[in-house]
């Protein structure tokens, strides 16, 4: 049975950095297409980053050069690095995935089969 499990988020002053990490288990995550998202209440879910099979990242705009996606197959996880971080990047922050080579667009959210809990992020000034 697949599983994904967030951790990591919490609270943090504008400017500052936290790291996100998904859990998985059943499936390598070398298999998977995966995807970071998040979601402000009251507005649709957003791709955040998404990562191939390969390791291969892709950013929505709002984020490119702050936030790091990355694979770790050793520890069958995927990990979200957020640098210099912004009010509007306050959400509840998921992990996605779906098996399989990853289709464009990389964030639209019906392809991802499976998803976690989330973990919230909150950013202040």
């Known amino acids: 049975q697949v599983q994904l499990v967030e951790s990591g988020g919490g609270s943090v002053q504008a400017g500052g950095s936290l790291s996100l990490s998904c859990a998985v288990t059943?499936?390598?995550?070398?298999?998977?297409?995966m995807a970071w998202f998040r979601q402000i209440p009251g507005k649709k879910r957003e791709g955040v980053a998404g990562?191939?099979?390969?390791?291969?990242?892709v950013y929505t705009n709002s984020v490119r050069g702050r936030f790091t996606a990355s694979q770790d197959n050793a520890n069958n996880n995927l990990q979200l690095r957020m640098d210099r971080l912004e009010d509007d990047d306050t959400a509840m922050y998921y992990c996605?995935?779906?098996?399989?080579?990853?289709?464009?667009?990389?964030?639209?959210?019906?392809?991802?089969?499976?998803w976690g809990q989330g973990t919230q992020v909150t950013v202040s000034s």
């Open positions: 996605a995935a779906y098996v399989g080579f990853c289709t464009s667009p990389w964030d639209d959210e019906v392809e991802y089969v499976y």
């Open positions: 059943g499936y390598p995550v070398n298999g998977f297409c």
């Open positions: 990562v191939d099979q390969e390791g291969r990242t």
